[in-house]
């Protein structure tokens, strides 16, 4: 069975941190790009961070929103994402999704709550 199970959300004040991680299960993590969305209350679903598999170089893509405060990582070991937020902002707040992705195809993880308090 295919899982995406993100962990490390919940409740900080603005200016503060949280680490978020995704878990993959089922099939070959190392082979797929891996981006971290996200979607607030009433907009769209965003990218907010990638990283592309280990053959591809593990490139990294970043939001303008995002940059030189979120890092993506992944584990192939362990078959794990993380996305390291520094300096939350409120609109930060919002569900983030962790997705797999090759060839046109994906998974989506069930999402975990991020929430920024000012």
């Known amino acids: 069975e295919v899982q995406l199970v993100e962990s490390g959300g919940g409740l900080v004040q603005a200016g503060g941190s949280l680490r978020l991680s995704c878990a993959a299960s089922?099939?070959?993590?190392?082979?797929?790009?891996i981006g971290w969305y996200r979607q607030a209350p009433g907009k769209e679903r965003e990218l907010v961070a990638g990283?592309?598999?280990?053959?591809?170089?593990?490139?990294?893509y970043y939001a303008d929103s995002v940059k030189g405060r979120f890092t993506i990582s992944r584990d192939n070991a362990k078959d794990t994402v993380y996305l390291q937020m520094n300096s939350l902002k409120p609109e930060d707040t919002a569900v983030y999704y962790c997705?797999?992705?090759?060839?046109?195809?994906?998974?989506w993880g069930r999402g975990t709550q991020v929430t920024v308090s000012s």
């Open positions: 990283i592309s598999s280990a053959g591809a170089g593990r490139n990294t």
């Open positions: 089922g099939f070959t993590f190392d082979e797929y790009a």
């Open positions: 997705n797999a992705a090759r060839g046109g195809g994906g998974y």
